[in-house]
């Protein structure tokens, strides 16, 4: 009898062993939980990369890792996207970096209006420029993955189709973006794309300068019947984790994530480069929107203006220290590295 009991009780710890040696490597019973925030609308593409990136964690962690998704601004806005994750009020955010142009100088190199041709492209650039200079305004933070918009075109309730039309226009642009839209003789309004709708509607701006899905996804080609191509500029964006949140992960976890930031980088632009096809479709077929291409002669005169950008933000930061000249000459290479 006592041998009996004996015997199940060895099988019941032997059950037990199975089954914990079964459990996948990482999970245990209770997932560790993660908050990312994000400030435009959920069906935009920083919040469409979001959910991707949390449906990848989730699965490829066996559920050791599960992601809260805050989209619209309902944890932290645009501006307090890097202080509020550095203080832990999210655990991850999703920033844009041209929204801080003094802040993110380095990685903000990437919206010099050196012709960066796609999302796709730009998103390698700068994920390779991030990690060969990591710039001390990422020290406090672990960065998960980086990534750009399509170049941007103007958006306008008015037709731009010369240097005239352009001319004291208010259209709303951000960080190297406004610098662009000023040197073409725009009245540049700046403010987040999350505030873009409400200045649209009250008219405080009559178009906007950004990758064109924003036509489909904020419905702006309701409002902007003119689209005035120019493919000049991308705006950078980063995804950063609270560094001790990182650090409290199993290192099993963290290979995952650190694989997938370039990949999600990737997919990213691939995602982004693909949307802004869908939105031009629509927005001419459903909406009738004009798309106007400048004349050979105009686009010339247009980019003429643009020279003296580069070189002044050389200038500006080299004075601050930074190897202005290698990063310019860096983002080229990779640009041609890339576009082959
Ligand atoms: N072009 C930048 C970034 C951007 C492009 N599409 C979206 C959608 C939602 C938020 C930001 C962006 C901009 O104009 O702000």
Known sequence: MRQKTGMAVLAVLMAVLVAQALVPAGASAEP???????FPPAPTFPCVQMERWKTEVEKRTNGAVAVQTFP???????KDMMDGVIAGT???????????????????ATSLPLGIPNALVGSKVLWDLFNKYKPESFAKVKVLTMFVSAPSNIMSRVPVRNAKDIEGLALRASGGAAVILKAWGANAVGMPMSATPEALQKGTVKGLFSSLEVMKDFKFAELCKYVTMTDTVIYPFAVVMNMDKWKALSPDVQKVLEALGPEQAGWTGEYMDGHVQESVEWSK??????FIELSAQEKAAWDKKLQFITDKWIEDA?????PAEAIV???????????K
Do not use: W
Not at 318 to 322: L, P, R, S, V
């Open 32 to 38: 560790m939980k993660l908050t990312y925030a994000n």
């Open 72 to 78: 619209g601004g309902t944890l932290l806005g645009a």
């Open 90 to 108: 999210a655990d991850i955010g999703c920033l844009c970096m041209a929204y801080q142009p003094g802040r993110f100088i380095i990685t903000n």
């Open 285 to 290: 077929k459903d909406q009738k929107v004009e």
């Open 318 to 322: 080299k004075g601050k220290g930074i």
């Open 329 to 339: 000459e860096d983002i080229k290479a990779s640009m041609a590295k890339y576009a």
